[in-house]
């Protein structure tokens, strides 16, 4: 991580302003040290990554937790087995996340459960010849998906601002992003309204909160293929989150995307 890094988090503990302990101003890269927010509270920089999780998460969530780092190697060619199973091609779905982009100027966008990293490198594929304005931040509570799309970047040679972090308590400054991605996860999410409560709070106002995951469109649902994909993986069977959108949300589009597979929910702050 490095200095600019820090100007988009803040204390989980606190919410103060952070800043990089015992340190000459960095602008290389700092690989292990600490950070320390304006009270004191201290946090560790592990592998380049800073870790900001606060409070300790439930065991329902460890659980999860446990099941991402555990298939963090194979994640990708586990979900590859979804293309042909939905008749999809989901890396390139991934790149319909272009129709939010504004079309010039600089953007600070943040995939919240980055896993793997997919979805910026399909951004990537959309937008290399002008990377250069966007401002990327990943954030997820696995260190071993961390992991997986921190090479995958490095190799992509993708500048992204990787935070271990969790979804009920979201260590970024409020109103920061001007796009808030989510893809997969908040049908498992223990408490579904902090969620998107915090992933409103870190949006501008005027901002773009994405919101994608399983659950099949309601003429899907009725049909014989909707069924069997319902009882092979019973995660289809959602529905959107609507009653836990956050009251201050505007403009709240539900469409369905992936073949009709998974709900797409769009809001405004
Ligand atoms: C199904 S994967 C989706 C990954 C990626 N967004 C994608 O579209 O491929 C769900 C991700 O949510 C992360 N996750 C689960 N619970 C979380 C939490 N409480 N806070 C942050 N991330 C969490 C997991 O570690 C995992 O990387
Ligand atoms: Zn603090």
């Known amino acids: ?35 320390v927010c304006e009270k004191g509270h201290m946090w560790p920089i592990i592998d380049s990554i800073p870790s900001l999780v606060y409070p300790s998460i439930t065991n329902d ?10 298939m963090a190697d194979n994640y990708d060619d586990l979900v590859k087995q979804y293309d042909e199973w939905l008749g999809i091609d989901m890396m390139k779905e991934r790149e319909n996340i272009s129709q939010f982009i504004p079309i010039e100027g600089p953007v600070r966008i943040i995939d919240v459960s980055i896993g793997t990293g997919s979805n910026f490198i399909a951004l990537y594929n959309q937008f290399r010849n002008e990377i250069g304005r966007f401002n990327l931040h990943g954030m997820d509570l696995s260190t071993k998906m961390l992991r997986v799309s921190k090479t995958k970047f490095f190799e992509t040679k993708l500048s992204v601002n990787l935070t271990h972090g969790s979804v009920y308590n979201l260590p970024y400054q409020t109103s920061f992003f001007d796009i808030v991605i989510h893809s997969g996860g908040i049908n498992t999410f223990s408490d579904i309204q902090k969620s998107l409560n915090e992933m409103l709070r870190i949006t501008k106002s005027g901002g773009l909160i994405i919101v994608i995951d399983e659950g099949l469109s309601p003429k899907k649902r009725m049909s014989e293929e909707g069924k069997a994909i319902m009882k092979a993986n019973t ?19 539900v469409t369905y995307v992936m073949n009709e597979t998974f709900y797409q929910v769009v809001f405004r702050k």
């Open 61 to 70: 969530d460890a659980k999860w937790i446990a099941e991402y780092d555990e």
């Open 1 to 35: 991580m490095n200095e600019p890094h820090l100007v988009a988090l803040r204390c989980p503990k606190c919410g103060k302003r952070l800043s990089l302990a015992n340190s000459f101003s960095a602008t290389r890269e700092i690989e292990t040290g600490e950070i």
């Open 235 to 253: 995660l289809f069977s959602a529905t959107p989150p609507l009653q836990n959108i956050p009251d201050q949300a505007r403009d709240v589009e």
